[in-house]
T-cell receptor, first 115, second 111 residues
């Protein structure tokens, strides 16, 4: 049972346009959500996060939106750059107790930004 | 600035062989974990440790063993390799809620 789902395996956008990556979750115990970025032959790196008490978090060109009622989050990248081309993983966690390191990841979305 | 170091980067095993994937971190984090990445499956938690001497199972622990004798090291042992364990393995050190620092990965092929 996939508790975190990214239904789009890939996304292709033009440089300068907006990239929107989507993620859905089913477990109501998740209270912290993150996006990780992964380049080939490297480990994933943390990109941006959001707590369940917020509905938006912004960091430069990256904004994450959380819709708790729909159990949906999205990552917006504006403007998209060729260097953003990577695999993006959505992740969720129950941040309480000793569970704060036990992330549940989505399948990943391959983003390609064309010059 | 080493961060999380994994060895080896690549390994080919025959079915039934055993091996250990090494992981070391220099960030003095108490919490460490092992994930495997498979196509279409994302990353799945194998085992984790919240401190030296303490380990617990994740989502897919079967066929793997871990121990944590020091804060720095968290090795993952494959007891009797199977083709289903062909995967890319990532060790992570946890800095805060959800904040994982990953190694570069170890690509394992079991024939």
């Amino acid at each position: 049972d996939q508790q975190v789902k990214q239904n789009s395996p890939s996304l292709s956008v033009q440089e300068g346009r907006i990239s929107i990556l989507n993620c859905d979750y089913t477990n109501s115990m998740f209270d912290y959500f993150l996006w990780y970025k992964k380049y080939p032959a490297e480990g994933p790196t943390f990109l941006i996060s959001i707590s369940s008490i917020k509905d938006k978090n912004e960091d430069g060109r990256f904004t994450v939106f959380l819709n708790k009622s729909a159990k949906h989050l999205s990552l917006h990248i504006v403007p998209s750059q060729p260097g953003d081309s990577a695999v993006y993983f959505c992740a969720a966690v129950n941040a309480g107790g000793t569970s704060y390191g036990k992330l549940t990841f989505g399948q990943g979305t391959i983003l390609t930004v064309h010059p | 600035n080493a961060g999380v170091t994994q060895t080896p980067k690549f390994q080919v095993l025959k079915t039934g062989q055993s091996m250990t994937l090494q992981c070391a971190q220099d960030m003095n984090h108490e919490y460490m974990s092992w994930y495997r990445q498979d196509p279409g499956m994302g990353l799945r938690l194998i085992h984790y440790s919240v401190g030296a001497g303490i380990t617990d199972q994740g989502e897919v622990p079967n066929g793997y063993n871990v121990s944590r004798s020091t804060t720095e090291d968290f090795p993952l042992r494959l007891l009797s390799a199977a083709p289903s364990q062909t995967s890319v393995y990532f060790c992570a050190s946890v800095g805060g809620p959800g904040e994982l620092f990953f190694g570069e990965g170890s690509r394992l092929t079991v024939l």
